[in-house]
Each structure stands twice: as C-alpha cells, then as structure tokens.
C-alpha cells in the first residue's frame, strides 16, 4: 500500500515537472525510485566503476601489468606532476592545439561566411569543400610529415585541417538559413550593406558559428592525439606512447582521463558560452 | 521562367568541378615552372600515372575491399551498440539520470588515446582494427539517436497508449520511425567517424590489406605521387559512402515527404 502511495506521489511529481497539461506516459516510460534523483546520482556510475576497478586490481582478477589499480594510476599522475614533466608535454600539446584551432577558426569563419553570403561561391566551392571534408584527418599525415617532417608544426597542420571543417560548415548554415523576415526588415529600414552585415546578418548567424567553433574545438582535440601519435618531442599523446613502450600502463591510463577530462571542461566552457549567447539573443531566436 | 531554371539547374554543377580543375591547373604550372621541389609536389601526370598502375593492377581494389569490410564490420558493431543504448537512455529517465554524464564525459575521451592501451590489450590484428572502428562511431550513434528518441512528440505517445501497444510495439511503430530522422543524422556523422577510424587503424596497428596502405607505403618510400593518389582514394571513398548515407536517408525517410 505504501509503496502505491510513494508511486502515485512521484508520478504526481513527474507530472509537475513536465507541466501540469502533460499527459501521462506509457507505463514502462515512467519511473520512480527517489534516491537516484538526488543530485548525486550522476556520480553513482562512475563510482561504482571506480570501486569495481579497484576491487578487481586489489584481489588480483587482471594482472596489474593489464589494469594497474586506480590508485597507482593517481599515484603516478602525481609524481608526474610533481616532477613538473606533465604540465611540460600538456604546454606543448595546449600550444598546439590553440595555434591550430585558431587558425582554423580565423580561416573557416571568414570561407564560411563568404559561402553563405555568395550563391555563386557556394557553386564553385560547396562541391570541393565537400570531398575535402569527408577525408579523414588520417590521410594528411603522410602529406604532413612529408612537408613539415615529424615536429610539432605537423600536429598544428593536421588539427588546422580537421577542425576546419566544422567551423565552415555551421558558419555557412549559419549565414545561410537567417529568417527572411529579418533581411526584409533591414531593407525596410534600408540598411546599407554594412550594416546589414554587422546588425543582422552576423548576430543571426553567431549562435550557429559558436557552434561550428564547439565542434571544431573538439575535432582539434581529437586530432592532437592522433598527430603526437605519430610522434613529436613533447605531449600527451607522445606521453602516452612512451609510457606504453615502457609498459607504464598507470601513466597510459592516467594520460588518458586527463585528456578526456580536459575536453569536457573545454566543451562545457563552450556550451556555457552557447547559453550566454542564446539568453541575450531571446526567445526570437 | 521554368525553363530557364531546368537549363540552369543542368549548368549548375558543372560550376562545381571548375576549383579542382583550376587547382589541378595551378599544380601543373607550378611544377612546370619548377618553384616548387617535385619532391613534395610531384606532377600531376606523375600521379595519374601511379594511380593507373595501382587501379589495372588491381591493388586499390583490394584494398579498398578490405577497408570497406572493415569500416562496415565497425560500423554495424557500434551503430548497433550506439543506438541501443541511445534507445534505453532516451526511452528511461531513470538510465538517463544515471549513465548520461558517465557518456558525456566518455565521448570527449579521443578514440586515438586509446590505440596504445588497445593494442596493449586487443593486439594489433583485425579485432582490434574493429573494436577501435566501432569506438570512434559509437558515440555520434548513441548522441544521435537518444535525442531522437527525447524529442519524441507526446501526441504520438499518447496515441500508442490508446492502442494499447506495448512496449515492442511502441517502439518498433511509433518511437523508431519517430526518431528515424535524428538516427539517420547519426549515421552519417558515424559513417565519416567510422571511415576516419578505418583509416587510422591501418595507419596505427599493423599493416594488412586496406585502402591506408597506398599512402602508408608513399610515406615509407618518400614518394609523394602516391601518397597524393592515395589521399584523392580515401578522400573519394569517403564521399561516395556520405552519398550513400543520403540515398538510404532518401529512401527511410520517404515517408516524410509524402506526409507534407
């Protein structure tokens, strides 16, 4: 009786959330188990991995030479810290990936706006660009040790290449697809070109190139592992193949998480960006 | 007016071979007038020759054979995994709360990082060529279908729920087709991912027949003919597996059109 009770109070709570007008879902669409809506709950998965790893190294189930602990790998990663090694190969692969990014960013905005602005450079272009950005980023590596040998300019050319090619593509739909209502009130005021660049055509297309410069962010960071794979002086990836070579498999793992780490700070700083920009842009949008 | 747009719309994509003709024309002038070291760029015929010796002989083919087995062996591994469990995230609140942020911050993890453990722990082979494959389009699946399956309308819920469909039938009839747009747009983030993947496995673990060996073997030999040749194969490939991607969207979401 009481658990029908405690199922009726949440679906009552589930209909709240959802608005007082929504219907009620399918039976097996609905849920109610209170404790994994506290807050925390995002944090039980990783946990229970967490925990699930660590028992299974501690009773010896895979050999420490397959997974190390957890706590070995953090033990490690501070040491490296300590040393002050880590933070020379995350310099080296930070420098690499804000100077290719920003390229990338520079280049891509302006041919996609130019793109978006121009019919008959869509025509001539679009088509190519096309072709260019299904090549996998892999296929360049070659060209690139061939011009610049294996150097940190190598991984600055491969990331410019790959996050290009989001940055393009959004700022295109970006300036494309701007609600015609708004170019037909720009001529009713008679905007000059200018201004109808700098008050409508670009704060209508920002939120779409925000989000081009998101994708390509993450493509850069993609793509900086695979170029220090290849192998250049400094840098996580090269950080992770050599402590591979040296069967250091708590650094490799360690190296691992702090790259996936980093990218999620780094995406979630770029969506905090997206909502700033979408709160001041309004509902219009 | 209408005749004017047919002829026009004949003419149009035309427009589009004009740029690589004319930077296949810039390439030819410049080797021509010797600025450029023909070591890095090597004449256009010297590439055309190298990929016609390389199409008769039957080698791209081969390759390029072994490379699509492989990339679609990935491809149906992580799609599969991808949208079951964009399914059952996007279907339950309860999975959502849980493994969501798990998932987020796994899919930042670059699918490169991993190449060491992996072949660490899969070896260098085929299987690990495919585990790496499915890892790199497992995400953009899953993100794909799971807002697909969020955003399904309620109306289109209800309805299943006037009809007593259960859960198999909910899903198969109402949820799936509902969210067949967002999965196809998916599958064609997961397809480039997958044919990235492809190519990087065979650029990182040990060479075995695939398309990435016409520029690995140029790599190797400092021939830039044939790394050039290589990357106009995979760039090509690529395109024509996004085409495909399209036809089949065309085709499962023909439905939609008529609708309208």
């Given at each position: ?49 967490l ?20 706590s ?10 300590a040393?002050?090694?880590?933070w ?42 096309e072709?260019y ?23 600055v ?19 494309r ?54 192998g ?8 992770i193949v050599?402590?591979?070579?040296l ?17 999620f ?21 | ?87 059952a ?39 690990a ?35 007593r ?8 009839l ?67 597996l ?19």
């Amino acid at each position: 009786m009481s658990e029908l009770l405690q199922a009726t109070a949440a679906q009552g709570r589930d209909g709240l959330r959802a608005g007082s007008a929504a219907p009620r879902r399918p039976w097996f669409l609905r849920w109610s188990w209170s404790p994994l809506r506290s807050r925390g709950a995002p944090l039980l998965v990783p946990l229970a991995l967490l925990i699930l790893w660590q028992v299974a190294a501690a009773r010896g189930w895979l050999a420490e030479q397959i997974l190390p602990a957890p706590s070995l790998v953090l033990q490690s990663l501070a040491g490296l810290a300590a040393s002050g090694e880590l933070w020379e190969h995350a310099r080296g692969s930070l420098l690499r990936v804000g100077t290719g990014f920003g390229i990338a960013a520079v280049l891509g905005v302006s041919l996609g706006a130019l793109l978006g602005a121009s019919r008959r450079a869509e025509a001539y272009v679009l088509p190519t660009f096309e072709v260019y950005a299904q090549t996998p980023v892999i296929a360049w590596i070659p060209i690139g040790i061939l011009l610049f040998g294996i150097s940190g300019k190598l991984a600055v050319f491969l990331i410019c290449i790959a996050a290009l090619v989001p940055v393009v593509m959004n700022t295109f739909k970006g300036a494309r697809h701007i609600p015609p209502a708004y170019l037909e009130l720009a001529r009713v005021y008679g905007l000059s070109r200018w201004r109808l660049f700098s008050r409508v055509v670009a704060p209508a297309a920002l939120p779409s190139i925000v989000l081009g410069l998101r994708m390509g962010l993450s493509q850069a960071w993609l793509t900086l592992v695979a170029a220090e794979l290849v192998g250049i002086e400094r840098g996580l990836g090269v950080l992770i193949v050599e402590s591979r070579n040296l069967f250091q498999l708590d650094i490799v793992l360690g190296v691992i998480v702090l790259l996936g780490l980093a990218g999620f700070i780094l995406d979630k700083s770029f969506v905090m960006l997206e909502r700033r920009l979408a709160s001041w842009r309004g509902p219009a949008g | 007016m209408a005749t004017k747009q047919a002829t026009l719309g004949q003419w149009l994509p035309w427009r589009g071979l004009v740029l690589p003709l004319l930077l296949v024309a810039i390439w030819e002038l410049v080797v021509r007038a010797r600025i450029a070291n023909p070591v890095f760029l090597p004449p256009v015929s010297d590439v055309v020759r190298q990929g016609a010796r390389l199409v008769s002989s039957g080698e791209v083919w081969v390759g390029l054979r072994a490379s699509l087995a492989r990339d679609l062996a990935g491809l149906a591994i992580g799609g599969a995994l991808g949208i079951a469990a964009g399914v059952a995230l996007g279907v339950s609140r309860r999975a959502d709360r849980l493994f969501l942020p798990t998932v987020d911050a796994l899919k930042q993890i670059s699918p490169f990082a991993l190449i060491p453990l992996m072949s660490f722990w899969f070896g260098l082979r085929e299987p690990a060529k495919i585990a790496f494959i499915a890892i790199t389009c497992v995400f953009p699946m899953l993100v794909n279908t799971y807002e697909g399956v969020r955003n399904v309308e309620q109306k289109y819920l209800e309805v299943a729920r006037i009809y007593r469909y259960g859960p198999a039938r909910t899903l198969a009839l109402v949820i799936l087709p509902a969210a067949a747009p967002s999965i196809l747009r998916g599958l064609h983030v997961g397809v480039f991912f997958s044919w990235l993947g492809t190519v990087g496995s065979e650029y990182f673990f040990t060479a075995g027949p695939g398309a990435g060996n016409i520029i690995i073997d140029g790599r190797n030999a400092s021939r830039m003919d044939l790394v050039l040749f290589g990357v106009v194969v995979i760039g090509l490939t690529g395109y024509l597996l996004n085409v495909a991607v399209g036809l089949v969207e065309r085709r499962v979401l023909h439905w939609r059109t008529q609708e309208r």
